[in-house]
Structures are given as C-alpha cells and as structure tokens.
C-alpha cells in the first residue's frame, strides 16, 4: 500500500484549481510528481517549492530579543515538535475514467491526502513510451525510464539547448545510440551528423557501434560538380550580376548536355576551359575564373559526391567530422549542400527517413548574419519548416539560444533543455518552448551537469530527466588546457636548445 506523504492545507492563495499548498509527513523534492483523489479521477501535480515553517521562528522581534539575551529558544520552547514541512504544487491535470486526462477546473478540498505519483500512471499521463521508446535516462525522483517515443520526438524536429560545459554532446550521443540500437522492424531512421569539432567522430571507432558508424574527415568530403545547380553556385559565391549570372548558367547546361552521353562527372578544370573559351566580356571572364580560384582552394569540389548518399541507411550514422576545416565559408557550404541534397532525395523517397543532426546550430543557422555568410541557414529553415511532411527530421544542437535563427528554432517542437544560466538565452527559451513556465525558467539555471528538462511535443508535460550514462566510448577530441601549456613549453626548450647547439 502507497503511504501518504502529506495533507493539502488552507493558504491566502490557495488552494486553486491550478495551485496546492500541502503540509508534508514525508520529505519530497522539488519537481516531484504526486497525487491526490477527485470527484473526476486521480489529480498529478508537480512540486514547485519546499520550504520549512517554524511557529516559534515568526515573530522577528522575539527571535532577535532571545539573541541579544543569548537565550536559545529551543530550551524554552518545544520548537522540534512544532517545525513542518510545507510544500507547493502546480496541478498539471486529472488521470480519469478511460485514461481520458482532463484539465483541472475545481480546487482540491483543504484536507486532501497527497501520495507519491504512481509510476504507471504517470507513464501515460507523461506521454512516455516504455515498449519501443528511446531510453535517454530517468524521470528525476520518480524511478522511471524517461523512454521517450521516437516519432514524437524528432517528427516535428528537437532542439538540444545547454551552455557549455553542461552535457549536450553527451546527451546528443545517448541519443544516438538509442537510434543505432534500435531494430529496423520497430521503425528506424537514419543520421547524418555535422560534427564541427568531432565530437561523434569515435562512433566510428568504437568497438559495438563502429560498424554502423562511417566518419568523413573534412579533407575527404567532396562536391561533384555535376550535380552542383547553378542557383546553388550563386548562392555559394554571391556577388555576382544577372548578366555574369545568365553566362555561368549558359556554360554549365552546355556542360551537361556534354557529359550526359557519359556519366556527367566533371572537374574545375574541365569548367575553367569552358569559361576561357565563352564568348563574354573580359571582365566577366576575370569574375569567374576568379570565383573558379576560390573554388580550388577550398579543396572541395570534385567529380562526385563524398559521401554518397546511399550512405544513409536505417540504424546506421554518416558523421561529416568538419574538425580538420579552419575555413568556416567551407563548413557552410558543407552543411549547406548536403542539408539540401538529404531533403530532396528524401522528397523522392530515395533514401530512408534521417536526422539530420546540426551541432553548434547557432553558427550555421544564425539569426542575424547577412545570407552570403550564413550559406547553411536557408536549407537548415527549409528542412524545419517543410521536413515534417516528409519525414526528414532536423535536430538542433546549440548553446546559444539567443543567437539561433528564430525561424529554425521555433519549428522545433521538442526542446530538451540543460543547464543555461544567460538571461538572454533562458528569454529566448521561454519565448520559443511549448509548457515552459516561470517556475520551470527559474530551475534551468540550478540544473546540475547530466539534468535537464524535456518539454514540447515529445511529452505530454514537461518532464526533469536525469541523463543515463552512455554505453560508447568516450573519445577525447583534444588536449585540455594543461596539456596544451606542457607541449608549448618543451616545444619552446627544444626550439632554444637547437638555437644554442648551432650557436
């Protein structure tokens, strides 16, 4: 039998159909789910606050007066006996008849016994999925699987928010391997990563997900030029006139018309002769062999994509490792092609259901950068706005809220959120995210590393999680600072050696 664990009492503002106030037997915690008995079935509510009341400790000029005489009020009063402990609540809703939930419109009767919730019921008052969801962790204080439903969460797209430092990347890796353990038969996509510091890169070396996992270093992913459309290459190298525009797009379908009685694979070689042997003005001959030599040093464009997009199979991970890149115009045009090729070949049913998993999204989908430097952005708001449809889901990875395209943002209908601490980005949260309260902000702050809260379509009311740990090897992706400072200082010594041997 459930032992009770409190009372609900009497308050100048409570109770209301939406607030409880409660005398405790038991301690709780904060973000705790109860219950309590109603006319109209099982009410659940959260706990929002706990704090200790003393009737001896109220009157400040008594306290302050037993001070100054040094006198202790426990060895004159009965104070033990009289301290309570007193709860807040926020009542999410009624479990009734039928397992209809219900939206509570009564207060509760001042008396009320308050239990812990049952861990069944909450399951399904959650929305959780505990026979084919993702796994990422716990419901914090209730001893439940936060088993979140796979279409719920990424159908509509998921944003992961954190400050630095916080577990995102770790949480993102549950995440993923809950997708790469997952059978096929149970419904599964594929991903595709954009990893700016290789962050996912050791999946692929990885003992149990290795043979799911294929890692493209930057230095490796190619372009091929025969499917690069010339609205693509405006977009890519801007600045340029309508008039230098109709020339490049009169040389490039005389180029496929060309290529179409082989296999349509041409180089930027093969495109500069072209451009050479065009008739046009000189000067805008000089435009494009000059955009062409931009082309070329960025290393990127070639006969044919790599990867090829029948990489992307179900409960398997194509990671684009864009770490080896210093260029950031290139990590653009990267996510940027490959955003869009991923979409349209899904439009065509080419390849199977994906993720397409943006880290530091705030950098390639911002807010506030003009277009010809924010490439990526148009295809990460088109996916966002449009995917749903066809089932390409879009999963944000950020830890800066604030500076992410509002667009991109607020099409994703399931936030997972860690600690942040900037006003600016919680404002932002609290603006974007279904279900975010006032009190729900003020515990974003307070969140220890491996917490957070889901809120948003994957759950039917905000949900605290403690994160699991993850089953893969964590894989470090660079020297911490010390390490750093040591290779600096004995490169310096045998720099200074050198120099005094020759001397």
Not at 119 to 133: I, P, Q
Not at 452 to 464: H, K, L, N, R, S
Request: proline content about 4%; glycine content about 8%.
């Amino acid at each position: 039998m459930v032992e009770k664990i409190g009372t609900i009492i009497s308050t100048e503002n409570s109770p209301t159909s939406q607030d409880i106030s409660f005398v405790l037997e038991k301690p709780v915690n904060k973000e705790q789910f109860i219950e309590y008995d109603t006319q109209q079935g099982k009410a659940i509510a959260r706990v929002s606050k706990v704090r200790k009341s003393n009737i001896f400790y109220h009157n400040p000029e008594s306290v302050s007066e037993s001070v100054k005489n040094n006198v202790k009020l426990e060895d004159h009063f009965p104070t033990s006996e009289r301290e309570q402990l007193i709860g807040e609540g926020k009542i999410l809703g009624i479990y009734g008849d039928n397992n209809l939930i219900k939206r509570p419109s009564f207060p509760p009767s001042p008396g009320t016994d308050i239990y812990p919730a049952d861990k069944e019921r909450l399951s399904k008052f959650l929305g959780l999925d505990h026979e084919k969801g993702l796994n990422i962790g716990t419901v914090q204080f209730q001893d439940l699987e936060a088993n979140i439903n796979l279409t719920k969460l990424f159908q509509k797209h998921m944003a992961l928010l954190a400050q630095s430092g916080a577990g995102k990347s770790y949480l993102a890796s549950v995440i993923i391997e809950e997708i790469l353990d997952r059978e096929k038969e149970d419904g599964n996509i594929g991903i595709v990563a954009v990893d700016p510091h290789g962050e996912y890169a050791g999946f692929g070396r990885d003992k149990d997900y290795g043979g799911k996992v294929e890692v493209f270093k930057g230095r490796d992913i190619q372009i091929g030029l025969k499917n690069l459309t010339p609205g693509k290459l405006f977009q890519y190298f801007p600045n340029v006139s309508a008039p230098q525009k109709r020339k490049m797009r009169k040389i490039l379908n005389e180029i496929r018309s060309e290529m179409l009685k082989g296999n349509g694979a041409y180089d930027l070689e093969h495109l500069e002769r072209k451009v050479e042997e065009a008739e046009m003005p000189q000067k805008t001959k000089e435009i494009w062999k000059t955009r062409i030599g931009q082309m070329k040093s960025m290393d990127l464009f070639g006969l044919y994509d790599q990867p090829s997009l029948d990489k992307v199979e179900q409960g398997k991970m194509v990671v684009l490792d864009l770490s080896d890149i210093i260029y950031d115009k290139k990590k653009q045009i990267i996510t940027a092609y490959f955003g869009d090729r991923l979409f349209k070949e899904r439009m065509n049913s080419n390849i199977p259901p994906f993720l397409f998993l943006v880290e530091e999204a705030h950098n390639f989908a911002p807010e506030n950068k003009p277009s010809d430097i924010a490439i990526a952005r148009s295809v990460i708001k088109k996916i966002a706005r449009e995917g749903r449809k066809f089932h390409a889901s879009l999963g944000l990875i950020s830890q800066r809220p604030v500076g992410l395209s509002t667009t991109a943002l607020s099409q994703c209908n399931t936030h997972i959120i860690l600690r942040i601490t900037n006003p600016n980005d919680l404002e932002r949260i609290k603006k974007s995210s279904e279900g975010v309260t006032s009190d729900v902000i003020n515990s974003i702050s307070g969140l220890r590393v491996g917490e957070g809260i889901v809120v948003g379509e994957a759950v039917d009311y905000p949900t605290f999680i403690s994160v699991r740990e993850r089953k893969s090897e964590e894989f470090e992706t660079g020297k911490n600072l010390e390490e750093a400072a040591k290779e600096y200082l004995e490169e310096e010594i045998e720099e200074k050696n050198e120099i005094d041997a020759f001397m």
